[in-house]
């Protein structure tokens, strides 16, 4: 393994496991109140300093650890042990895939931000995210509870239910780009195309019309496939069994569901893995949707180029380099914010309604832009020929 694929390694764990996994607590909880006018997590100090209340995912933490860990009578004991795992291991490794930034050339040495530039990147997240459903389902099961094994079943629907929607969702941005590499998806998101430019086509304008060449729209996933994004950020979610598709927890009728006879860090275990895997969802609309880590209507190696004169080649390089880290995190907490806020806007569905979503409305609305995106390519081909 290259020196550099190790240093994005040891970055994207500590990013992860040290920074966001610990401040979606206090997110989740300061968001929450200011929007439900509390004042949200205030009282864990240290000599007096309270921080805004971050000092409260390090009270979590250490609670975690040293709070008794409690197995049922007549529980599986090793796979109660290892369904934490299982959940929350699929989150982490799902980073491998997910780019935040380009290929860049610093004092001879080739750094690619991504751990694994795979070419079938998404499949490969899909694939690693559908383990966890395993952690899931074995956790109520081996607990050995009415209530944890009924959270199972509902788990086991539910997950598969969306996996199906999940995957053909994208296909028409599959179509599109026509690859499954994250880190050519960012690369592609990079370039503009004319909004009126089918007026050109039409004859109703001559080429070379200046309006027409000015009005210029990035490539974002999002502005090719719109509806697909919000299908693809629902299933997420889904998938995440946060509110409002948290059936599986069901406080209101199963207690708490899957991870009812949990306690100390294996609960801790399968809270972390769902705030991890909202930030997943967002890095992964981030790279697919939102263009990644470029900017709008700047093209990397344009930019690179323009600042190599001042700067000097590797400078260039490396500033490029932290720009395109920051310009993807922003993205990423945005999506944070925005799924955080449906998570408090919206109540709890019931069973039958997130099933009938999945199925009778997701499902048919992907097929049908499957056929529409496959028309729209096909008539774009015939026109620009």
Known sequence: MAMSTVWVSIFLFALVLLAFAPVMTWVERKQSALMQDRIGANRASILGFKALGLIHPLADVIKMITKEDTVPTGAHRFLH?????IAVAPAIISFAVIPYGGVYELWGTRVSLTVADLDYGVLYVFAIGSIATYGSMLAGWAGNNNFGMLGSIRVSAQMISYEVALGITVVGLFMIFGTLRLTDMGI????????FGFLEHAGVVGKGNGFVDAVTIPMWGIVLQPLPFFMFLTALMAENKRAPFDTPEGESEIVAGYFIEYSGMKFGLYMMGEWIEVVVISALLTAMF????????????????????????NMANLAAMVLAVHVFLIKVIVLIWFQMLIRWSMPRFRY????????????????ANIVITAFGILIVQEVTR
């Open 290 to 313: 939102l263009g990644g880590w470029s900017i709008p209507w700047v093209r990397e190696a344009e930019m690179i180029a323009a600042w190599t004169p001042v700067l000097g080649e």
């Open 352 to 367: 039958d309604q997130v099933m009938n979503l999945g199925w009778k409305i997701l499902l048919p609305l992907s097929l």
């Open 81 to 85: 042990l290892v369904s934490p795992f």
């Open 188 to 195: 592609l998101q990079q370039e503009t195309f004319r909004l």
